[in-house]
Every structure is written in structure tokens, then in C-alpha cells.
């Protein structure tokens, strides 16, 4: 049987409170919100804090609002469950109800939160194993040593970020807002992100975040969240992709487009170029195939998680293209990509 390892537990009923927890214990401390991740790496033995700060008294970061003018508010204790059964999400932001609903079970979507998901570990086959496999090999990178087991001895941690509402935050252009002792700061939600398996997240050890904030969707503009994995519930994405696309008109001419890209690098990715290929056009199969071959190219993955990296690639492309196809369902265009 694998055991928590010793820890002192707190639990703040303010945000005041566990700010100053925070201020204190620094690196040495852990936040917990659900709890669905933290507590298998604590059993593991992938993380041994000193200090365990649970969130999940404090007041006011479980609600969700929404203003037809400043758009949408999410708490960071906002359960996933309650995004995939929002009706204003479902209305407004379906990428998010998409990629709550593809998170683990909905015994873990019942106690998984925004929060968490959005500063989920990155995940690696080398690293997310017991401590007495991980014995038997050389200390990775992101366990303290000087190698990535994942790539035979690279001097960077290719560990993967696998979590599923970053990429459609990302696409929607939300900001994140971190409280700490020393005050608030807003940041792009994409800013939150490294690109370093090792620490892939950009927050200062005292930070705490406690809410995300995106715009009024513009009218016609839709979004979507689709991923590619070994089984369709419990699994981390092997592959996804998170899509905005705003079409004006009869002519369905393409008025903004972004593309985010994920479970294939140390963090999501935006693909660059889409934008600027699809904008100020009337998507076309054309314009679809090649905005695929663009994800496609810009898709890295490494022989460090449950599939091949070619097929993982290939799978980005894939996504990409039904995404697209579907953003034109009502046309006869769309119809005959979706059959």
C-alpha cells in the first residue's frame, strides 16, 4: 500500500489567512484544492512538501458569473463538474464544458477544480512512477538530478503538460488572476507556462490563484475542445487541441482564429500562422488542410508518454481538421467533413 508521506496540514478560512500560510511556508508548501492530483504524486513520492495548504474553506472561489459586457468570471475552486453543467458555459464557452467533461471520471470531475487543473504537474513515464521504480534509474531532471531519463540523458525536462482546460483558456484568451501577501497581479492565462517540464509553472511559490477571467464571446464565434487518448474517461490527453474561430456572414469569411495545441510539449502552444492564414477568408478545404499541416508541424512530442510521437503528431492534424470542419457544420461544406 503507498502512504502519505508526513506533512503538516492547514486550512485557511480566508484568503488572507492562506496568504500568510503562504508567505511562510514558500517552497515548502503544497496548495490543495480536490486534490486529485496532488494526492497520488504525495503516494508516489513525485512531491513531499513539509506543508500542506488546503484551500477549500475559503469563501467565494466556487462561484461562477457572467456579464454580457465583461464576460465570464470562474472561481479556482470551481468544480469541473459545474462546468460541463453551467448553462451559460454550455451557451457561451462550449470548449469549456468540452474539456471539463473529457477530465478523468465524474467521481473526479465531482472534486477537481479549475484551479487545479490549470496548475496540474506535467507528467512523464519516467517520473510518474513509484520511488522504488524510479530507484533503479538515474534521478531525472525534474526529481532533482542532472537527466532526462525520457530522451537518454538530454540536459532538459521533456516532461508533458497534459492538463485539459489549459489549452481552451488559452484559446479564449483568458487572464488569470494571483493573490499573495505582497498583493494581486494579472497575467494572460498562456503567461502561467514555462516550456520547462522540470517547473512548469511561472508562479512565485507564494502565489495562490483564485480565478480566471475571459471576454464576451463576439457574436459568431465558436469554440471547441476535442483530445486524443488511449481510453475516453480516466486517461491524461495523448493529444488535443483547443479551437476559437469567429465567422461573419452568409459567407462564413473567418474574423479571428486561434489554435492551441496540447499533451505534445512541456506546455500548450499556440500554433503560429493559423491566424494569419485563416483571417479575412472564407474557410474553404483548402485553408482547413493547410492550417492541419501547420498544427502538424508544429506538434514536438517525445517517446515520453503512452503512444508514439509520430502517431501523437499525426493525431494534432487530425483534431485539428474535424475541429475546423465542424466550425462550418451549418454548411454544405461543413456537413461533408463531419459525415
Same mark, same amino acid.
Request: charge should be neutral; hydrophobic fraction near 40%.
Given at each position: 500500500m503507498m502512504r502519505l508521506p508526513p506533512f503538516q496540514y492547514v486550512a485557511p478560512e480566508s484568503l488572507e489567512q492562506a496568504c500568510r500560510f503562504m508567505e511562510e511556508y514558500g517552497s515548502e508548501s503544497k496548495l490543495m484544492a480536490g486534490g486529485t492530483d496532488?494526492?497520488?504524486?504525495?503516494?508516489?513520492g513525485n512531491l513531499a512538501p513539509r506543508h500542506?495548504?488546503?484551500?477549500?474553506?475559503?469563501?467565494h472561489l466556487d462561484e461562477i458569473g457572467f456579464d454580457e459586457r465583461s464576460g465570464l468570471h470562474l472561481g479556482a475552486l470551481v468544480k469541473l463538474h459545474s462546468l460541463e453543467k453551467s448553462p451559460v458555459i454550455l451557451e457561451k464557452y462550449p470548449a469549456i464544458a468540452q474539456a471539463a467533461t473529457c477530465v478523468g471520471s465524474p467521481q473526479l470531475r465531482e472534486m477537481g477544480t479549475v484551479g487545479g487543473n490549470?496548475?496540474?504537474e506535467t507528467r512523464c513515464l519516467y517520473y510518474n512512477q513509484p520511488d522504488f521504480w524510479r530507484a533503479f534509474r538515474p534521478t531525472c531532471i525534474k526529481m532533482g538530478g542532472d537527466t532526462c531519463n525520457a530522451i537518454g540523458g538530454g540536459r532538459k525536462c521533456f516532461a508533458v503538460f497534459s492538463g485539459d482546460l489549459a489549452p481552451v483558456m488559452i484559446a479564449l484568451g483568458a487572464r488569470a488572476t494571483l493573490v499573495s501577501a505582497q498583493?494581486?497581479?494579472?497575467?494572460?492565462?498562456k503567461e502561467l507556462y514555462t516550456g520547462n517540464g522540470a517547473k512548469p509553472l511561472s508562479m512565485k511559490p507564494? @502565489?495562490? #490563484?483564485i480565478g480566471i477571467d475571459l471576454p464576451a464571446p463576439e457574436?459568431?464565434?465558436s469554440s471547441s475542445y476535442s483530445k486524443f487518448a488511449v481510453r475516453k474517461a480516466i486517461d491524461f490527453p495523448l493529444a488535443s487541441v483547443a479551437t476559437l474561430v469567429t465567422l461573419d456572414g452568409e459567407e462564413k469569411v473567418c474574423r479571428a482564429a486561434r489554435v492551441v495545441i496540447g499533451a505534445v510539449g512541456t506546455r500548450p502552444e499556440e500554433v503560429e500562422g493559423?491566424? @494569419?492564414? #485563416?483571417?479575412?477568408k472564407r474557410l474553404t478545404y483548402e485553408l482547413i488542410e493547410e492550417a492541419a499541416r501547420l498544427a502538424f508541424k508544429a506538434a514536438r512530442p517525445i517517446a515520453n508518454r503512452g503512444s508514439s510521437p509520430s502517431y501523437r503528431k499525426r493525431m494534432i492534424e487530425v483534431l485539428l481538421r474535424r475541429a475546423l470542419s465542424s466550425a462550418l457544420s451549418d454548411t454544405e461544406l461543413g456537413k461533408e467533413h463531419m459525415r
Amino acid at each position: 500500500m503507498m502512504r502519505l508521506p508526513p506533512f503538516q496540514y492547514v486550512a485557511p478560512e480566508s484568503l488572507e489567512q492562506a496568504c500568510r500560510f503562504m508567505e511562510e511556508y514558500g517552497s515548502e508548501s503544497k496548495l490543495m484544492a480536490g486534490g486529485t492530483d496532488l494526492v497520488p504524486s504525495l503516494k508516489l513520492g513525485n512531491l513531499a512538501p513539509r506543508h500542506i495548504v488546503n484551500l477549500s474553506a475559503i469563501p467565494h472561489l466556487d462561484e461562477i458569473g457572467f456579464d454580457e459586457r465583461s464576460g465570464l468570471h470562474l472561481g479556482a475552486l470551481v468544480k469541473l463538474h459545474s462546468l460541463e453543467k453551467s448553462p451559460v458555459i454550455l451557451e457561451k464557452y462550449p470548449a469549456i464544458a468540452q474539456a471539463a467533461t473529457c477530465v478523468g471520471s465524474p467521481q473526479l470531475r465531482e472534486m477537481g477544480t479549475v484551479g487545479g487543473n490549470l496548475n496540474i504537474e506535467t507528467r512523464c513515464l519516467y517520473y510518474n512512477q513509484p520511488d522504488f521504480w524510479r530507484a533503479f534509474r538515474p534521478t531525472c531532471i525534474k526529481m532533482g538530478g542532472d537527466t532526462c531519463n525520457a530522451i537518454g540523458g538530454g540536459r532538459k525536462c521533456f516532461a508533458v503538460f497534459s492538463g485539459d482546460l489549459a489549452p481552451v483558456m488559452i484559446a479564449l484568451g483568458a487572464r488569470a488572476t494571483l493573490v499573495s501577501a505582497q498583493g494581486e497581479r494579472n497575467v494572460a492565462v498562456k503567461e502561467l507556462y514555462t516550456g520547462n517540464g522540470a517547473k512548469p509553472l511561472s508562479m512565485k511559490p507564494e @502565489e495562490i #490563484l483564485i480565478g480566471i477571467d475571459l471576454p464576451a464571446p463576439e457574436k459568431g464565434t465558436s469554440s471547441s475542445y476535442s483530445k486524443f487518448a488511449v481510453r475516453k474517461a480516466i486517461d491524461f490527453p495523448l493529444a488535443s487541441v483547443a479551437t476559437l474561430v469567429t465567422l461573419d456572414g452568409e459567407e462564413k469569411v473567418c474574423r479571428a482564429a486561434r489554435v492551441v495545441i496540447g499533451a505534445v510539449g512541456t506546455r500548450p502552444e499556440e500554433v503560429e500562422g493559423i491566424g @494569419e492564414l #485563416l483571417e479575412e477568408k472564407r474557410l474553404t478545404y483548402e485553408l482547413i488542410e493547410e492550417a492541419a499541416r501547420l498544427a502538424f508541424k508544429a506538434a514536438r512530442p517525445i517517446a515520453n508518454r503512452g503512444s508514439s510521437p509520430s502517431y501523437r503528431k499525426r493525431m494534432i492534424e487530425v483534431l485539428l481538421r474535424r475541429a475546423l470542419s465542424s466550425a462550418l457544420s451549418d454548411t454544405e461544406l461543413g456537413k461533408e467533413h463531419m459525415r
